[in-house]
């Protein structure tokens, strides 16, 4: 079950999603993002960084695949990912911890340009570009701030992962991952 929030959230993630702009989601729009990330943060592509987020970002989409393509047509419809995404990260369950975690991990250590094993607000802010959000270096800021769970300045894989599972449940209007991807 979703609200208007939810569901305008679940819709500009799509579109975020579906690089090709066709309407549906497949391992070619997958595979996209994981490329203009790579390249929008200069990791080359034959690095064990790059491998590593290539085969997250794989492991991703089959599990994603799986769980949301419930009519077996090789694409995710607007519809089959609002439903599937709903319940995958509400519930969390086995796919979520098996490939989102991972996955995220291996982006982290591309955006960890100083491999101190934490987020940056500089990182942040280059990961935002890198992910052609809409937001500005202000609203990048205050977001930022206000993933930082425990205000220590910097950004762990747990307080992201909070950040984006609250993206795809959450119902509150003021909850910092809403603006993962620009204002609503």
Do not use: C
């Amino acid at each position: 079950m979703t609200n208007d929030l939810l569901d305008r959230k679940l819709e500009r993630s799509f579109n975020r999603l579906d690089a090709d702009g066709n309407g549906v989601i497949d391992a070619k729009d997958i595979f996209a993002l994981g490329a203009r990330m790579l390249t929008a943060l200069s990791e080359p592509e034959d690095s064990p960084k790059a491998d590593a987020v290539i085969q997250g970002i794989a492991n991703f989409w089959q599990d994603l695949f799986t769980e949301l393509d419930t009519d077996r047509d090789s694409v995710v419809t607007p519809e089959e990912y609002k439903v599937g995404m709903t319940r995958l990260y509400q519930q969390g369950g086995p796919a979520y911890d098996r490939s989102l975690r991972p996955m995220m991990q291996a982006i982290l250590t591309v955006v960890d340009t100083d491999n101190d094993g934490r987020i940056s607000p500089e990182e942040f802010h280059r990961a935002q570009e890198a992910f052609d959000t809409e937001l500005s270096p202000d609203e990048a800021e205050a977001l930022f701030r206000r993933i930082d769970a425990d205000g220590d300045g910097t950004l762990t894989v747990d307080e992201l992962l909070d950040a984006v599972r609250e993206y795809y449940t959450g119902s509150d209007q003021d909850a910092p991952g809403n603006l993962f991807f620009g204002e609503l």
